[in-house]
């Protein structure tokens, strides 16, 4: 199976920091895509940011200049560099991963868990 396990998720005020990590492990052969999406209560789930395993990336309007994804092949893992956050960004944060677990297997999407980010006013 593969696992994604996020961190980093937490309370801050306006204005301020948080970086996001999300690494994927189990039986992986290859990842290809991997993102960021966020779902706020009542709204339905959104991209935040996505990045492919060359480093292209994708940013969703309200979080550019403001949010960076980045990656680390080596280890699996995936990062989200979130400045001047806004209470709008008060969400549950949610990493995805297209892993093909064997050079025969198709690309699978997994997801983590979540983890809750809070911006307070």
């Known amino acids: 199976q593969v696992q994604l396990v996020e961190s980093g998720g937490g309370l801050v005020q306006a204005g301020g920091s948080l970086r996001l990590s999300c690494a994927a492990s189990g039986s992986i052969f290859s990842i290809n895509a991997m993102g960021w999406y966020r779902q706020a209560p009542g709204k339905q789930r959104e991209l935040v940011a996505a990045i492919t395993s060359g480093g292209s990336t994708n940013y969703a309007d309200s979080v550019k200049g403001r949010f960076t994804i980045s990656r680390d092949n080596a280890k699996n893992t995936v990062y989200l560099q979130m400045n001047s956050l806004k209470p709008e960004d008060t969400a549950v944060y949610y990493c995805?991963?297209?892993?093909?677990?064997?050079?025969?297997?198709?690309?699978?999407?997994?997801w983590g868990q979540g983890t809750q980010v809070t911006v307070s006013s």
């Open positions: 995805n991963a297209d892993v093909r677990r064997s050079r025969t297997w198709d690309y699978q999407s997994y």
